[in-house]
C-alpha cells in the first residue's frame, strides 16, 4: 500500500528498472502498465502496449506525413525537419479551455528521444509491430535484453518496383514465411512476355505472395513507386497503433478481408463517419480528417500516397479542396 501519488521521481524509484526520459518540458515515465506523460500544466497516461506501438510508428516512419496521434491527447505533427509533440492540440475540450501544451524541436532530437525510450522500455519478447496475437507481453518490469531486433527493422522502400534488379528483393520462406492467415494465397509468379527490345522495361511479379509475407502490421512498405506516386502494401491485424491526421488526401484499396475504419474531424476529433472496407473497396481519406483502422483478422491493404511535397501547404490555403472528386 501506498499514500505517496506518482512522479517521475516516485515511478523510477519503484526499482522497476526503467528510466525517465525528458525532452524540453516532457518528461516520460513507464511502469508495469502504463507510460505517464508529464508536461507544463499536467500529466496524462497511456496503456504501455498501446504506447509503445505508437512510439514504433513513429519513429520508424520519420514522424510520418502530418499528425500521428497516439490517442485523443497525445501526439506529433510532421513540419518536415522540425516536429511539434503535443498535448490536447486537436481536442476540442483542451483547446476550448486553453490547457493544450505544444513544444517544437528537431525531427533528429526529438527521434533520438523516442529511439532510446523505445529501447529501453521493449521487453524482451514483445514486438511492437507484431499483431498482438503473435507477440510476448510488453507488461511488468524490465527483463531481458530488449528487442533491439524488432525495433531497428528498416522501412522497405522500393526504389522503382520489387524484383527489379537491383531494387527491394522477394520475401523467401525461409526468412519470410506466408503469415497463417493467407496460407490459401496463390504463389505462382506471373508469366511476362515482353516484346523484343522491351525486356528491360516491363516487370511484373506475384504481388500477394510478397505482402502474405510480411511479419509485421500496420507498417506500409513501399512497393512500386512512379515520381511522387507510392504504392504501400501492409497487412493489417487488430487496430492500427496511431490515429493518423491527415495533411493530404491518400488512398486505401482493400486488397482482402475487411477492415473498419473510425473516420473524425482532424482538428477537433469529432466522429464523422465510419467505413467498411471489403475486399476490392477503395476509398479516399480526405486531407482533413483524422483515420484509425480495426483487422479482425490479417488483411492486405494498399495505401496509395502522395510524396509531393507542396501538397500541406496547397490543402492548408484552400487552394485544394480536401477531398479528391466530386460526384
Ligand atoms: C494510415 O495512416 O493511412 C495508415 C498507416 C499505416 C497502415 C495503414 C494506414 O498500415
Ligand atoms: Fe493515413
Known sequence: MSTVASTPQTLTDKGLGYATHSIGGFTFARDEYFAHIFYPGGRHIMPIDAFLRALMRDVAWGFFYGTVNFDN???TVNHYGTVEMFIGLFNDAYRSSNRHHVETFEAKDLKKTF???????????FDPFAAPAETGTPFGPKKGGGNKKA??????????????????????EKEYPLNRSFQDL???QPEVHA??????????????????????????SVVSCVKDSQFCATTEE??????????????????????IWDVDDRATGKPRAKVIMKAGDVAAMP????????????????VWENNDATLPQQYASGKLTPYPVEF
Open 287 to 302: 486531407a482533413d480528417i483524422r483515420h484509425r483502422g480495426y483487422s479482425p483478422k490479417r488483411s492486405i491493404l494498399i
Open 151 to 172: 525495433i531497428t527493422r528498416q522501412r522497405m522502400v522500393a526504389n522503382r518496383m520489387v524484383g527489379l534488379k537491383g531494387d527491394l528483393a522477394y520475401r523467401d
Open 186 to 188: 496463390p504463389t505462382d
Open 195 to 220: 516484346e523484343p527490345g522491351f525486356e528491360q522495361d516491363v516487370h511484373a511479379y506475384n504481388f500477394l505472395n510478397y505482402v502474405g509475407r510480411s511479419d509485421v502490421t500496420w507498417n506500409p
Open 115 to 125: 529511439d532510446e525510450m523505445l529501447d529501453d522500455w521493449t521487453l524482451e519478447g
Open 238 to 259: 487488430h487496430i492500427l497503433p496511431i490515429t493518423h491526421g491527415n495533411d493530404r488526401v491518400e488512398w486505401f484499396i482493400q486488397a482482402s478481408d475487411e477492415i
Open 73 to 75: 491527447v497525445f501526439g
